[in-house]
């Protein structure tokens, strides 16, 4: 029954579309009333949010390559179990329409609009979080809104402006409650609640523009929706700052003391899945073209309970009895000093240079495997 309800939407998209007027409103593909209507049709009218939807990371949770892989190698290991564990997070309209084989396009869609956008509470100790109230009723930060043309009601959610409405997908406990992915509970311990900044203020920051592109719409304030993190390079250059503080050339070594803080960051960093790490490189370069290096790497490891290193994503993601055996990431606005002792020996040191790697390498082709410089600051030796 869903499979041709669906089957019967998707056709619709096939019909050639027109230039989004009012007067094409009578075009847009009816609206579900007991089932997810797929972002296609919300896109009819929401143009613009649609657009930066549809590059968002969201929008591709089911189907990035990065993803598919684990899924893969955790569907084999669990003869199949992983895909209920794996599709509440990933392709969340699973846990309403039960189609975990992924038969129904609206699965396909990921983190889909009907989906956060019919969310009515969230309670982060039950087993499914979001409490879903699935409907012609969208709820949003909106109070009122105007020409809704009867294609749907609005409620306005204070829920949706808060980080508690991301939490129950970006905080992800292990089977004996250890935090595997813990960006929510990060961002709760540090300086940012206080200040009343959430997820939204730097994730889905406002901007110019129409909620709905019509000429009647007014161009106002709305929510960026492409949800940049780590594999932004705009964002992850905000995150932090590094300064060599003082370099000492001592009789065999060279003593030197860098600053590296997290300053724009609202959780740990690196945060989410733990394959993920920020590398901080020292070089010291002497006059005779000599190069000496040291690195820092900040992480998080996960092992299983024999002491096991974890660096497969599927294993960490199976999210069975595990342990934390390390975890220096810097918390938000922490700032740490760290001590390089470099033995540079007898050579004469012309400069210094600090630099910071993020650095990601899934379990995909080698050339998926990602590193960004960040920040970098030189130090030039003057006698
Ligand atoms: C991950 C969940 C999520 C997804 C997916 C999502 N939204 Fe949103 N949307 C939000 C949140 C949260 C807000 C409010 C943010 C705030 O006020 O701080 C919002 C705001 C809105 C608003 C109100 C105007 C504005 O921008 O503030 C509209 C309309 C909207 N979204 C439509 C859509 C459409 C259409 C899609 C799909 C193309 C979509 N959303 C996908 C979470 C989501
Ligand atoms: C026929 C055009 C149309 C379609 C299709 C449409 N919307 Fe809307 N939507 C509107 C209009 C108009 C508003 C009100 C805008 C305003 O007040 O400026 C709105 C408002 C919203 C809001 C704001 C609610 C709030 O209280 O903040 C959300 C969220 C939203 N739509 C989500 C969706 C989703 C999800 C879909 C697809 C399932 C969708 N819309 C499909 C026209 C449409
Ligand atoms: C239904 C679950 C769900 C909800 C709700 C959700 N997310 Fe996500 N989010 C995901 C998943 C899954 C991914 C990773 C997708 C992938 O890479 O395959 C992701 C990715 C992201 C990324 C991109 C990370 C990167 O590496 O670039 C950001 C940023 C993000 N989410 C922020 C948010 C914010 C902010 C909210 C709340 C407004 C939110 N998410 C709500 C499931 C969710
Ligand atoms: C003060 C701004 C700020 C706040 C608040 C904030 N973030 Fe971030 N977030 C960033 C920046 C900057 C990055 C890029 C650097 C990094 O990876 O930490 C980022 C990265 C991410 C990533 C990508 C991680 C990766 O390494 O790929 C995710 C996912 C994410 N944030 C989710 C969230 C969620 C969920 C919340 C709320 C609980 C949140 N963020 C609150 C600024 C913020
Ligand atoms: C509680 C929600 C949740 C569950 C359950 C979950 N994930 Fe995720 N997953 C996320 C979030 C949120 C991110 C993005 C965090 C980040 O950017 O680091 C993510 C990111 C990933 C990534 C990195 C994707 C990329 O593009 O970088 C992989 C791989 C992944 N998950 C695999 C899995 C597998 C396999 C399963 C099931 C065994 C699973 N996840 C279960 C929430 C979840």
Redesign the pocket.
Known sequence: MMINRYAILFFLFLVPSFAHGESQLGEIPPMQTDGYTSSAVCGKCHVQIYNRWKE???A???D?P??DVSYNIAYRKTAGEAKKICL???A?TTTFTGDYDAQLPITKE??TCD??HT?KDVDLHAKDP?LKEIGLVKRGPLKEGKGLEGKHEIAYSEL?KK?E??????DFRSENSVLIIG?YSEWKEGPYPQKGT???D???PLVKGKIVSSESSPVRMINEHN??????LA?LKKAVDLKIVDVNKGAARTEVLVDISNTGSGHQIPT??PS?HLVLNVEVLAEDGKVFRDKIVYEKVLADMDGKELTDDSDIMLGGSIQIIKDNRLRPKENRRELFTIYTMDSKIKSVSAWVDYTYKPLILEKAAMQVEMVRDRFLIVD
């Open positions: 968002s990371i969201h591709h949770a089911y990035d990065i993803f509440p997070c990933h969340p990921g983190v989906f956060c969310v979001y949706h980080s409405f991301c939490a129950g997908c970006h960006t959430q997820c939204q730097c994730h889905m949800l940049v993190g780590g594999h932004s964002q989410g899945i993920r």
